[in-house]
Each structure stands twice: as C-alpha cells, then as structure tokens.
C-alpha cells in the first residue's frame, strides 16, 4: 500500500446508521478513482462484524486497537443514540482511535460518542436536529448549535445527519486535495458542493408545519404557487372566501405564524434559492416578491444573522472554517 495515502477510518458498531457512513465513504471513493489519495479501511470494537441499524451484516478490516495510524476518523450515528455510545467498548475504541489520527470526524448521533469522551468540552458542535437537545443536556460543557450542518474546531469535526455528513466529506476531501477534485466528486455523486459549514439544517419553509386543513392548505398552495405576487390578508381571504380574521386565526392555529409572516417566509426561501443558483441580490429580491433589494437584505440578517452577499461567498467558498462575519458595507442601513 502506497505510504503516501490518506488512511481514513471508519468505526463500526452494532446499530449503526448506514447511511451516515455509506455516503461519507463513497466520497473518498469516489475521489480515488482520479487520485488514489485514500486508504478507505472499516473498524468496530472488537474486530468482528456488526449489524447495522437496519438489520444488514457488515464485516470489517479489524479492531480499533489494531487500526495503526489514521489520518482521519470518522463515528458515524445511530437511531439508538444516545444510549448505544454508552457502551465502555465503544467509548474505549473512539478514544483509541482519535489517538492514532490526525483529524477525527461525527456523523449525525454520532457526536455523542466524541462528546462521552470528552473530544467536545468546550468546542462547538452539532448534530441531527432531533438529537440536538438530548446532547446539550447530556454534555453540558459541549456548545451544541443545531443549526449549522457541520462545525469545526482545530482538528475535531461534526456533522448533522445523513447528507450533512457527505458535507462534511467533501469539505474534508476539498481541504485535502482542492476544490476542482472536490468538486468533480460532487458532481459524479449528483449532490451539491458548495453547503457551507454554517448553513442552516432547515429551509425556511420546513421550519413551519405542514398546513392540515383545506383552508390551510389552500393558501399555502396559493402563496407557494407564485411568492412574488402582491398579497394581503384581505386578499388571501378573499381568494379563500372567508374573512381576514378568521383566515389570521387558522393560519396561527394552523403553523404558529401570521399569514403575513407565513407570506415572508415563502418568500424568503425563494431568495435563498435564487442566491444558491447563483443570481444577483436584486434579481433574487425582484424573483422572490421583496420591494427592493434592501429590503430583501433586512429579511436575510433578521432571519439568518447575515446578509444575502455573505451568504452567497459562503455558499461558493464550501469552506469547512466558520462562515465569515457578514461585510460591513453589505449591511442595509437603519430604516
């Protein structure tokens, strides 16, 4: 075997996620059909094969203790996380093989098993949003942000779930050998490139329920079917043939929002989208429905903490660093 590969090593255990290590793996994989760079190598605890959450049997190459060195390790999750990290063998073999590497990586649950080693205290992290909460409570000293799809601290990685995961793997394979080879991966997987460490876990139209009555129903179709349309309440209502008041009292009952809010919202998400296909600020204001530019970017720092420039650089650099501190002159003035 070439000394000059990169060895990265995955550890498996008993219900893992498959996901959370098959896409991470194909990326390097992948790479290696150009580069050769990597030494792609399996581990669990004990040296024998496991079984993954998903009831498939998976051999390995070894035990952690006999892994050598590694330039990077990757944890992934588990659906039985947390209490699946708390077994000592487990705990015993990522502490052992986060010695013997260069860079150590999680997947989704997996930043349980960093944090019940104590990799995390004091670092920021995240993972899946649904565990998010139970980790912050579990490892106090850990500064769990549930937003950002993945995060770096020196030399320590996590991720959120499943596709945040192959992020992160592109970040990491990007850092190792450039964007033109990271890029090129991403484009034979058929997955983005460029989500940045600071993207946030959610679009800005998940984050609200799904509308369950038809009224409900009926102006989400309404809204979401052309965002840059004028539209008042009173003009949503009469589209649905009801009174503003009572349209305002299912909207809120219905998704936790105002109509008004709710309009924004959409509104915002298709600016995003336009930014990420690689539109000006002003044609994304002018495409998502927003009066201006302006105001376009006092909806983007209200809601995101940055501005549609910064975000766009952001989402272009692919950049496992923290996103950058919105521009000064990008900001939109006092209104």
Known sequence: MDAERRRIGFLLF???KALDFVGPAEVFSEANLATEAYEILF???TGEGVEAFMGLRLGVDGAAADSGPLDTVIIPGSELAPAVFDDPELRAAILSLSQ???RVASICSGAFGLAATGLLDGFPATTHWKFADMLADR????AVDSERIYTRQGDIYTSAGVAAGIDLALALLEEDLGTDVARSVAQHLLVYMRRSAGQSQFSAALKLPAPRTPLAQAVAEYVSNDPTRPTTVTGLA????????????VIREELGVTPSAYIATLRLELAVNQLENGRTVAESAAAAGFSSAAALRRAFVDRYRT???AYQRRFRASSVTDAPSPV????PSPA
């Open 139 to 142: 490892y106090p000293l850990v």
């Open 328 to 331: 000064e002159d990008d900001l």
């Open 14 to 16: 008993d219900g893992v």
């Open 238 to 249: 009469a589209h649905v043939n009801v009174s503003p008041r009572h349209l305002t009292r």
């Open 307 to 309: 501005t549609p420039s």
């Open 100 to 102: 013997r590497s260069r």
């Open 43 to 45: 581990f669990s605890p």
